[in-house]
């Protein structure tokens, strides 16, 4: 039998970015969703088993940090690892997300190779 493939979760309200990421992810063997919304995101963790989630500070309505909040209120399932997406290189937005469970953040624009990386360790931490 073969041995199940990692769910990662990519939320970014810019789709170019979401296709790019997957494109690469997939081709490192990993099974990607992606999701442009906070609220959509949440919809997808309550019904697919993510291990990680690569997710954006900075979108419309619902931010990271919100969706970082509710993971944390109310998941019955094991919550995912998260990494922050961020085009800001805020330290305080990083530091809270850290506060709220994110184990790691990458700063936009971002190496895709460094991507591959941090991916790949947050996943060995879960």
Request: proline share 6%; glycine share 4%.
């Amino acid at each position: 039998m073969l041995p199940s493939l990692p769910h990662i979760l990519i939320v970014d309200d810019e789709p170019e970015l979401c296709d790019v990421l997957k494109k690469v992810l997939c081709k490192e063997g990993y099974r990607v969703l992606t999701a442009t919304t906070g609220e959509k995101a949440l919809v997808l963790l309550k019904k697919e088993a993510i291990q990680l989630l690569l997710l954006d500070l900075k979108m419309p309505k619902m931010d990271g940090l919100e969706v970082l909040k509710k993971i944390h209120q109310g998941f019955t399932k094991p919550a995912p690892q998260v990494v922050i997406l961020t085009a800001h290189s805020s330290l305080s937005s990083a530091r809270e997300a850290m506060e709220l469970g994110a184990i790691d953040y990458l700063t936009k624009p971002f190496d895709l190779d460094e991507v591959k990386t941090v991916v790949k360790e947050a996943l060995s931490e879960g």
